[in-house]
């Protein structure tokens, strides 16, 4: 994934450009998405959010919506974050080292303490001299997995989820012996409660609470000790992740086992019982499966099939997916971005480098490129570089226009004097990269142009820039050209060769006088602008604006207020 694909994550949508072409690493967290961490190529670590219980590291229990660094972490070069739901955070450095913050009601920070943690602290305790290579977070415990296969675990253990053996909260990481000892651990993961472990030859573990049967042991009985997972005898796992109370587990040949919760359908199974030892899904459309993903937060699961298809089911946005189903994204972060109840993600999101560039990134890169480009559009002098063959994908009015044979075969220029340069540079740049840059004010005139154009995504983006604009001084103005643009017609331009402007007759011609756009986005925008008009009737009508509103759009302005009772006593 690339810097642009982290506004699928509203935390991230105020971030200026410069810096987020800066960020390697980035993790959203909280109750509703409402935290993130950012570590930038530089290996500097910064945070945003609410700062729910100090959990953004900065030092104190302030929120920021705009980046803050945390110095602790700086230059650390820090690996990837786990996080619980208190929440509290850890870290992990190229070092081995593990820092922890944040809440600390359970003992979860490992620092033999229940006070909060306002900075990130090393978990030394027991673990000086270990090199963690993995960390993972349940609600309130935390585990943390060292080079030679060794599981470590802290924080609240009410059902045994820390598995040392007792019931009562570990205050600082201990080793999860029992029947792990002599075992090489390779894979580690936590549900709400209950934590997973799978050993180098494929064997699966688990301990904590099974009420459901999340542990996959054949039983409901809660684990303070890990227990073998029985039923997955003669295949070999190689990755387990945990929902909030269920369990997926991966095989080396792609084959999909699943048990536990299954109240929204997370299992997959086509049902909504539980299962308390592991089912194999056997999913034709998905056939193998190479990744998949879970979080303690939410009752949703994620896979990835045949060909890269990304596949989601359980607790999808208030629904119930009881089998796995097929979406159009490209990305497992994806799932949870688009479909959790909560825009959070189940491991940190690593950015790709710049030599890795998507399609997106190289289209934006395109974009007024006078290098790569083959036809220019001169608008109030200036000069805009496209590409012929993007214009065609993307515009229906451009695809009709360069029909014509001399336009297409041609080095050519388009001479536009219709829209302002501002305002057609931004309608080109939205036929490259999808987002609208440009200041609020220019929003009417676009909105002419994509209703001219017939670009209905474009004209929902413009009043929605409107609606969010609409003041008392500018209302009847923004009323009065809603009702010009629901009758209007269009408006012809002109382009030319190289450098002399010539009429363009056929299909070219026949793409400048085109038919409006759906009036609905229209008539929406004219109704929104009369109610807002409405509530603010005494300061709207003594607006310059309202009065050089022409003499049938004031008389249609009070027929409607009349209706609405406005004048009634």
Not at 179 to 196: E, F
Not at 386 to 393: D, G, Q, R, S, T
Request: charged share 15%.
């Amino acid at each position: 994934m690339s810097s642009s694909d982290l506004k699928s994550w509203p935390i991230f949508r105020l971030l200026e450009p410069e810096f987020v072409a800066q960020i390697h690493m980035a993790v959203v967290y909280g109750t509703m998405g409402n935290e993130a961490l950012i570590m930038t190529k530089d290996k500097m670590v910064y945070a945003l959010g609410s700062n729910t219980s100090g959990c953004l590291g900065t030092g104190d229990m302030h929120s920021t919506l705009y980046p803050k660094k945390i110095e602790a972490l700086c230059e650390k070069g820090i690996k990837t974050f786990a996080y619980g739901s208190g929440p509290h955070v850890l870290a992990l450095a190229d070092s081995g080292e593990v820092y922890s913050w944040g809440h600390n009601g359970f003992c979860e920070l490992g620092n033999g303490s229940t006070n909060q943690g306002l900075t990130p602290t090393p978990v030394n305790i027991n673990l000086n001299g270990k090199h963690i290579v993995d960390i993972a977070c349940g609600n309130h415990h935390s585990l943390a997995l060292t080079e030679d296969g060794e599981v470590y675990a802290w924080g609240q253990n009410n059902c045994g989820q820390v598995g040392s053996g007792i019931s009562t909260n570990q205050g600082s990481p201990r080793l999860v012996n029992s029947n792990l000892a002599g075992k090489k651990v390779i894979c580690i993961t936590c549900g709400q409660a209950s934590s997973m472990a799978v050993t180098e030859n494929g064997e699966v573990y688990g301990w904590g609470y099974n009420g459901v049967g999340q542990l996959g042991i054949g039983n409901y009985v809660n684990q303070v000790n890990p227990v073998k997972v029985p039923g997955l005898m003669g295949v070999r796992i190689v990755k387990v992740v945990c929902g909030h109370t269920h369990t997926l587990a991966l095989t080396d040949e792609g084959m999909l086992y699943v048990w536990g919760g299954n109240s929204y359908g997370q299992l997959g199974t086509n049902n909504k019982t539980n299962a308390c030892s592991p089912v194999m899904l056997n999913v034709p459309e998905m056939g193998r499966v190479s990744d998949i993903a879970a979080l303690h937060y939410n009752h949703i699961s994620a896979a990835v099939g045949d060909g890269g298809r990304v596949f989601m089911w359980g607790q999808c946005r208030g629904q119930s997916i009881t089998s796995p189903t097929v979406t159009p994204l490209a990305h497992l972060h994806e799932v949870l971005a688009c479909y959790s109840s909560s825009n959070v993600m189940h491991k940190p999101l690593i950015l790709c480098a710049d030599e890795e560039l998507n399609i997106l990134d190289c289209m934006r890169q395109a974009f007024d490129d006078p290098l790569t480009s083959d036809l220019m559009v001169h608008v109030e002098g200036k000069t805009i570089h496209v590409h012929k063959a993007i214009l065609k994908i993307r515009s229906q009015y451009f695809r009709t226009m360069l029909q014509d044979p001399w336009l297409e075969n041609s080095q050519s220029v388009i001479e536009h004097d219709t829209f302002s340069y501002i305002v057609y540079k931004a309608y080109l740049n939205y036929l490259y990269t999808g987002d609208v840059d440009l200041p609020p004010e220019n929003a009417l005139e676009l909105l002419n142009l994509a209703n001219l154009y017939i670009e209905k995504s474009l004209m929902r983006r413009c009043i929605q820039m409107i609606k969010h604009g609409i003041t008392v001084l500018n209302v009847a103005s923004l009323y009065s050209t809603a009702i010009e643009y629901n009758a209007k017609g269009s408006t012809p331009m002109t382009h030319a060769g190289s450098s002399v402007p010539i009429r363009v007759n056929g299909p070219a011609q026949r793409a400048l006088h085109v038919r409006n756009a759906s009036t609905a986005d229209l008539q929406e925008l004219e109704e929104f602008c009369f109610k807002f008009a409405l509530n603010h009737m005494t300061a709207v009508t003594q607006t310059e604006n309202f009065a050089r509103l022409d003499e049938k759009t004031v008389k249609t302005f009070i027929c409607k207020a009349a209706q609405s009772g406005i004048f009634k006593t």
